[in-house]
RNA sequence: GCGGAUAUGGCGUAAUUGGUAGCCGCGCUAGACUUAGGAUCUAGUUCCUCACGGAGUGGGAGUUCGAGUCUCCCUAUCCGCACCA
């Protein structure tokens, strides 16, 4: 029989489906081992070629662990609420789900022609009711909660309510979006409003005004992980700064357990130093600088802020990471935004004043980003004073401080700080130099060219601590600030809150209804709140979210919340449904949980690490707080995935005419390349039959051919149609079947490597399919086993490639393994082995990586059970040890000979053995070496 | 600007972890079988040289008997962050 991939591959698809061979089940018997990918947005556009690599990958681990004999957990399932889909619904006025479901089907009848080993009877999509029931229980809980940071854990809010009660805000360490003073009596006497708006400022997920991203074309806002460079990321359309009240999530409450955890888990330097930096911790202090007296202010107006234990007079808190440099502090600047510039404003300065923040506020973040490097600014006509010097300063308003980070002032240092420089310099402020590479070696700022910003050297000019390293100045003035009473030691973090309203239709809506303008939740026991049907996807004409159309929509008549949450929410906590999913008692039950515990292996793109990856772990930590998880990190050990990026092909047409020059002729004429359909191309060799078929205009065309070939050009681009570069799975498992296609995509190199995508090689693989075939098959392709005991050399071959690919598979390293597999098959192609002692272990070898055919070797065989539940073959290391090495000889480092050498010599005997060889000596010629170096079994060096 | 990664034949890559650089595959060359080849099989294929031989892992230094691998300094490319005080 002929190897017909085609119909091996359906009819074992059809046997693992109809058998459910891959269902999964709590076996507390067995270790348990949980692969996981990062579940799909089903587009509309199907599955390329990009989509399966990590899934393959992922499943080749999968089988290899069932196969070594863990109880492996590898679902799949879908992250369908999103932007695309409603995006479509609105221009097509089909109902989202109706598109997704379609979508899904074709991923799913993709997926499946690929052969993965998933556990479909666990599949769900993030938009079922049953599943987002429980994305809206875990923000009630997050609703609910509050963080304290005495005990780096979440507590229940009533625990705070019972604090503020009994004694205020008094001695509280908790995580809030700004610092209150409560005293109990004021506490106890609010009403209850005014109690819900207190609480608020602690609530894991809060309800607040805020700037944000808001993004006029999708009419929504978007989280900073869905913004680059000022554009979004779904549509790439502008981006603008705008105050709203918006859901948010204190995710920076976990900053230092989300950077803390990096520690812990086994990720690549790579993604853990994104997160790093995407958390950038930045150890400093916070100081007072009070407001200089102005008699034109009024004084009991002005709250500042802040922490610090200065109540007697107005003052701005700064967060500075230099506390070294404060004698170099020459003027302060605050945000656009700050809520105080208009109260410290001098009259004379107000109009000026005034123009610049309505400038500023209204520039979009694009134009800020995009003109970063040009100066702007204004005076207040305000001063401050330094609490070291007593110096007073000019207070100035500029957007190069930003509002959400710190406190939205700062203290400038122009003369070690660049962008306080380049402000002094604008501006003409004095510029102080207090740090010098040597306490001598003092310069006159005016004369430089930058500033000096560097971390390391002697403070100067600097009052007590003048003489000091930079780095005990910067301990002394955090400590003399302390003793004073207007700063303390902190640290701040880049990581910000996460705004989590969506003012679109196609996500989960929040179990929230208003009472008297607060919002509460809804009681558990409604839940899930579904989605409501609408007349139309648009937001109202009232800028209200769409949601606001539905018809008879409240709660016992009470408005509900009209956002929706954003993608991430569904995607936070899917891992852990994955392990209990048809629980409708709670998100996951502590049973399965604690078999389950987290994923061991987790698959996917590295796009996700400031995003989805972020957010995850955020959510896990909490669910961690509150005994749902087991674990404090969801994913132990995690693989990126590289890109893969489109190969284009291209013909070059000769301007003016419909005549098409071959790439290595065409510097003779003045040409256009144009993208062709890499599908009509072969080896980068064109099929000219076909091109003048694929489209109306070239069907006259003629053609300049080297060696009678038309070559075509070729660039690596992103993989899109109008490239024509889009390689589909499904044409490919069509030409070459699903295990090729499998082998070939491991074949391509690391997983972890971006690469473009070439179908030049799948031939090779393909070749190698069949080899392995005709394996098992004599010359009438008829199936022909021998019972015949294997010879030694025979049984080598084996046990050298079974523990190449043990290794292999543990290193994730499919790339060679596959090598391994091509080789071995040679090797024993060559030697007309037959055997099944050698062939059986072979099947289950391969099965991970080419499960069709090894189905089929083995049923043919003669095993009446599945490939699947054969055990991974042990390696004897009898067979593979060696009795003689060959030593490579070496002349001063460099290998001349190769000697075979009996390995059970000892040093001494190696070397006489070595010098008295025929050809060593003639290389010696007559001269005694100065030294030999034996290595055993490595390398015998000869030093002349 | 800050941070991370990568650099090996015409191409994708490999290298027992400091020990014969180029495994495996593509492509290419030659041959066999074929009406034919975008099929199959065999042999060859890092570069220079007819050869002997020499050079060679982005460039330069260093450690070592020995460096693709370790250290330092450059260069290039890719990725992440980017007025984060």
């Known amino acids: 029989m002929d190897y017909n991939f085609s119909d091996i591959e359906k009819k074992w698809q059809r046997i ?15 270790q348990k081992y949980y692969v996981l990918d990062m579940f799909p947005y089903p587009s509309g556009a199907g599955l390329h070629v990009g989509h399966p690599l990590g899934y393959i990958a992922s499943d080749i681990y999968a089988r290899y662990k069932r196969q070594k004999g863990f109880n492996v957990l590898h679902p799949m399932g879908y992250d369908a609420f999103g932007l695309p889909a409603e995006q479509y619904a609105i221009q097509t006025g089909q109902h989202p789900a109706v598109t997704t479901e379609k979508n899904v089907n074709r991923y799913r009848e993709q997926l499946d022609k690929i052969g993965f080993s998933f556990d479909w009877d666990r599949s769900f999509k993030t938009c079922d009711p049953d599943y987002y029931k429980w994305t809206q229980w875990v923000f009630i809980q997050l609703f609910n909660h509050y963080y304290d940071n005495n005990l780096q854990k979440a507590q229940p809010i009533e625990k705070l309510a019972a604090h503020l009660s009994a004694q205020g805000t008094e001695g509280l360490n908790v995580a809030q979006t700004e610092p209150l003073e409560l005293s109990a009596e004021e506490w106890n006497s609010a009403s209850e409003k005014e109690q819900q708006t207190y609480l608020m400022n602690y609530r894991l997920a809060y309800l ?60 690549t330097d790579s993604l853990k130093e994104i997160q790093r930096n995407w958390i950038g911790r930045s150890e400093g202090a916070a100081v007072c600088f009070p407001l200089a007296k102005n008699d034109d202010l009024d004084w009991k107006k002005l709250y500042m802020g802040g922490n610090c234990d200065v109540q007697s007079e107005p003052a701005f808190e700064i967060f500075t990471t230099r506390p070294d440099t404060i ?24 109009a000026e004043v005034e123009a610049y923040v309505t400038w500023a506020k209204n520039r979009s973040e694009r134009e800020r980003q995009a003109e970063v490097k040009k100066v702007s600014g204004v005076f207040t006509g305000a001063y401050a004073v330094n609490p070291i010097t007593e110096e007073h300063i000019p207070i100035w308003v500029s957007d190069y401080v930003l509002s959400d980070y710190g406190t939205g002032a700062i203290m400038a240092v122009p003369a070690h700080d660049s962008r306080d420089f380049a402000f002094a310099r604008h501006f003409n402020l004095p510029i102080r130099q207090v740090v010098a590479p040597q306490p001598n070696e003092v310069s006159d700022p005016d004369t430089w060219e930058e500033s000096m910003d560097s971390k390391t050297g002697y403070c100067v000019n600097s009052g007590f601590i003048d003489g000091m390293t930079v780095k005990e100045g910067g301990k002394a003035v955090i400590e003399k600030i302390q003793t004073m009473g207007i700063g303390y030691r902190t640290i701040n973090y880049r990581l910000r809150d996460a705004i989590f309203s969506r003012q679109r239709y196609w996500g989960e809506p929040f179990p929230i209804y208003y009472k008297d303008g607060m919002p509460y939740p ?18 109202t004409e009232t800028g209200e979210p769409p949601l606001a159309r539905a018809k008879n929509w409240t709660y016992n008549g009470y408005q509900r919340e009209y956002s929706t949450m954003p993608g991430f929410a569904g995607s936070s906590a899917y891992y852990l449904r994955y392990m209990d999913p048809h629980n409708d008692t709670c998100l996951v039950s502590k049973e399965a949980d604690e078999y389950w515990q987290n994923v061991d292996l987790y698959v996917g793109g590295a796009e996700h690490g400031t995003g989805h990856l972020i957010y995850a772990r955020f959510w896990n930590k909490f669910l961690f707080d509150l005994g749902i998880s087991c674990k404090d990190e969801p994913f132990k050990k995690l693989i990126n995935q590289g890109m893969i990026q489109g190969r284009s092909n291209f013909v070059y047409r000769v301007v003016g005419t419909n005549k098409f020059v071959s790439l290595n002729l065409r510097k003779d004429y003045e040409t256009t390349p144009i993208h062709v359909d890499v599908n009509i191309v072969h080896n980068d060799v064109l099929d000219i039959e076909a091109f003048c078929n694929w489209m109306p205009d070239f069907k006259d065309a003629e053609f300049v051919l080297e060696d009678d070939k038309y070559i075509c050009g070729w660039e690596v681009e992103k993989m899109s149609k109008s490239k024509y570069n889009v390689q589909n799975p499904d044409d490919l498992v069509e030409k070459y079947g699903a295990d090729t296609l499998r082998m070939y995509e491991m074949f391509l190199g690391p997983v972890e490597l971006a690469k473009p995508w070439d179908t030049n090689g799948i031939e090779g693989v393909f070749r190698f399919i ?21 010879t030694a050399e025979e049984y080598k071959i084996l046990h050298k490639t079974i523990k190449k690919i043990e290794e292999d598979n543990e290193r994730f390293s499919f790339n060679t393994a596959v090598s391994a597999f091509m080789i071995c098959t040679n090797e024993l192609l060559e030697k007309k082995c037959n055997k099944r002692k050698v062939l059986e272990p072979l099947t289950v070898l391969i099965s991970a990586y080419a499960p069709h055919i090894a189905e089929e ?24 040890k060696e009795t003689s090495y060959k030593y490579p000889i070496s002349f001063n480092g460099k290998t001349k000979y190769q000697k075979e050498i009996p390995l059970d010599l000892g040093v001494k005997e190696i070397e006489e053995l070595v ?3 025929e050809s060593v000596q003639r290389w010696l010629d007559g001269k005694t070496p100065k030294k030999v170096i034996v290595v055993p079994r490595k390398i015998v060096n000869i030093v002349c």
């Open 770 to 790: 069949r080899k392995f075939w005709r394996l098992f098959h004599d010359g009438e392709q008829n199936f022909c086993v021998s019972d015949e005991e294997p």
């Open 327 to 350: 004698f170099g502090v020459t003027f302060m600047v605050l945000c656009p935004e700050h809520e105080m510039i208009e109260a410290i404003t001098t009259p004379e300065q107000k």
């Open 857 to 880: 070797l083995w049923s043919l065989l003669g095993h009446d059970t599945s490939v699947v539940t054969a055990s991974f073959p042990a390696f004897d290391e009898k067979y593979l």
């Open 208 to 267: 607040a005004d805020t700037w944000v991203n808001w993004c006029p074309k999708l009419g929504t806002v978007l989280a900073n992980d869905e913004v680059v460079n000022g554009l979004s990321v779904r549509g790439g359309y502008p981006v603008e700064r705008k105050q709203m009240k918006q859901w948010i999530l204190r995710v920076s409450a976990y900053a230092e357990r989300l950077l803390q955890g990096l520690e812990t888990v086994e990720w």
């Open 16 to 30: 693992w489906r109809e058998k459910h061979i891959y269902k999964t089940e709590t076996d507390a018997s067995k």
């Open 522 to 539: 809804v009681p558990e026991s409604e839940l899930p709140v579904l989605l409501p049907e609408v007349d139309q996807f648009l937001p």
């Open 915 to 917: 010098l008295q060889d």
